[in-house]
Each structure stands twice: as C-alpha cells, then as structure tokens.
C-alpha cells in the first residue's frame, strides 16, 4: 500500500503533474470504477491530498461509493480537454479503504473549509475512503516531445519518449 507522501517521493516526475493539473481544474478528475455488471462508470470527483494521503471523498449514496463499496480498485484520471495535453495528463491506479475516524473527518472538513469555504464541518462521513496507490502514469510535452513516465510501488518512474508529438496524446 502506498500513500500519497510515498508516491511522491517515488514519483516526483508523476505527482507534480498531477498537482498541477488538479488545481488547474479547480480540483476535479473523473473517477473510473467497476458497476455491479463490471462494466466501468466514469463519474466526476474532486479528490483532496490531506495528511499525506488522497482521498477520494464525496456525497453519499452515489453509484461510484457504491461500486467502490464492492470492488475497491478505481483509476483517477486529471480532467483535461486539451487534445494536445500541453500541461500534462495523469492516471492513477489503485484500491481504497474506508476510514471511519472522527477526529480525522473533522481535521479533514476543517481544512476543507478553511481552503474552499465549503462548509462540510460536523458531518460524519459514509464512506471516507483513503487511497493506496498502486500505480500511475503521465503524459507530458517536453521540448516537443511526448513523454509518457508509469511507476508502480517499488520501482523508479520510467520515461518513455515518444518522437512525434505532432499527434493528439491519448494515455
């Protein structure tokens, strides 16, 4: 299991692309999980990092809660409508778990509301699910080039270049 610190340290190249995409869309990925038919649902979700970890959070009684309620493994992928994705592109990989901690969740809504003015203090959250990030990849135009990094726990970030950037990116 990897938190949010250890990917980041383990893949520095990956999470700074992923910060910077994330706040570039007012914090909104689309989440990919399993339907209860397997088949996959994408669905809007605006994940935070908090204590080190990311946190898939959100409104109750959702299809996406529910999947993940049943199949823990999702892939969070940064919003982008840039073909060219000229500021990058991410996916990352991963099961999560629910974490029913009270002073935790307060912290949490705390420091929501204190960067976003979202008042969510004093709820209790049903589910509150950390991540433990098992792989991720990027995308990235560098001098031209296209530039695909992955990693998985326990290994380096691994670059692939790709020659012509002159097509629109797909990851």
């Known amino acids: 299991m990897t938190s949010w610190t250890e990917f980041a340290a383990a893949a520095p190249r990956i999470s700074t692309i992923f910060t910077r995409r994330h706040a570039a869309t007012g914090n909104l990925c689309m989440l990919a999980t399993l339907r209860k038919d397997g088949f996959p649902r994408i669905s809007p979700l605006e994940p935070r990092v908090f204590e080190g970890e990311l946190w898939l959070v959100g409104m109750p009684g959702t299809k996406k809660f529910a999947d993940l309620a049943r199949d823990p493994r999702f892939c969070l ?60 990849s990027s995308v990235e135009i560098v001098d031209g080039r296209m530039e695909v990094t992955a990693w998985k726990p326990g290994q380096s970030e691994h670059v692939v270049e790709v020659s012509d950037a002159a097509e629109p990116a797909t990851t």
């Open 77 to 136: 992928h940064t919003a982008t409508v840039d073909t060219q994705v000229s500021d990058g592109d991410v996916k990352i990989f991963g099961t999560v778990h629910d974490v029913q901690d009270p002073e935790l969740q307060r912290r949490w809504a705390e420091d929501l509301f204190a960067e976003s003015g979202f008042d969510l203090r004093g709820r209790k959250f049903e589910p509150f699910y950390a991540v433990d990030i098992t792989g991720a």
